[in-house]
T-cell receptor
Framework: KAGVTQTPRYLIKTRGQQVTLSCSPI?????VSWYQQTPGQGLQFLFE???????NKGNFPGRFSGRQFSNSRSEMNVSTLELGDSALYLC?????????FGAGTRLSVL | QKEVEQDPGPLSVPEGAIVSLNCTYS??????FMWYRQYSRKGPELLMY????GNKEDGRFTAQVDKSSKYISLFIRDSQPSDSATYLC???????????FGQGTRLTINP
């Protein structure tokens, strides 16, 4: 089986822009979670989607949003980008208790 | 204070040494404990998964959970240069899928 695929791998944006990141989970996995990884804060949970419904949300501002499609693919959107949004954004798909991570999208905000 | 504390290192040891990595946590509701390994420019890869207290061994890796002390450990025996990576502890409560991670420990194994 193919692993979790995240696109694009790298992004450069400027402050105030918005960005959409994409995640394709492992085939058959219906749960997708998003995490933000920064050197200062480490890995922090953003939200989880299951069967197109958001089930959990982390402590991030409303500028961070997501959605999941009927084929379980998920997108994450960040509006009005700030310098502090520069991070590695990781997507994980879940099979039972185990979460499998993609390689991430590295977002740089200038 | 963070829910999960992990010494970020860096930790540098010679090849063949036994490595001990640790995390402490404050939330007594955590019941599932994981160790992930993350190579540079890669996503985290699950190494070990443990439910509740006890030990689990897989090859050169041993995970220990002591819920009474809120302390988990990962031991790596006969360490190899290919073990050089950042090691992240993660945990969650019953019924919750949100993982809470430690800061990660950067480990280097010197040939």
């Amino acid at each position: 089986k193919a692993g979790v695929t995240q696109t694009p791998r790298y992004l450069i944006k400027t402050r105030g822009q918005q960005v959409t990141l994409s995640c394709s989970p492992i085939s058959g996995h219906r749960s997708v979670s998003w995490y933000q990884q920064t050197p200062g804060q480490g890995l922090q949970f953003l939200f989880e989607y299951f069967s197109e419904t958001q089930r959990n949300k982390g402590n991030f501002p409303g500028r961070f949003s997501g959605r999941q499609f009927s084929n379980s693919r998920s997108e994450m959107n960040v509006s009005t980008l700030e310098l502090g949004d520069s991070a590695l954004y990781l997507c994980a798909s879940r099979d039972g208790d185990i979460q499998y991570f993609g390689a991430g999208t590295r977002l740089s905000v200038l | 204070q963070k829910e999960v504390e992990q010494d970020p290192g860096p930790l540098s040891v010679p090849e063949g040494a036994i490595v001990s990595l640790n995390c402490t946590y404050s939330n007594s509701a955590f019941q599932y404990f994981m160790w992930y390994r993350q190579y540079s420019r890669k996503g985290p890869e699950l190494l070990m998964y443990t439910y509740s207290s006890g030990n689990k061994e897989d090859g050169r890796f041993t995970a220990q959970v002591d819920k009474s002390s809120k302390y988990i450990s990962l031991f790596i025996r006969d360490s190899q240069p290919s073990d050089s990576a950042t090691y992240l502890c993660a945990m969650r409560g019953q019924g919750a899928q949100k993982l809470v991670f430690g800061q990660g420990t950067r480990l280097t194994i010197n040939p």
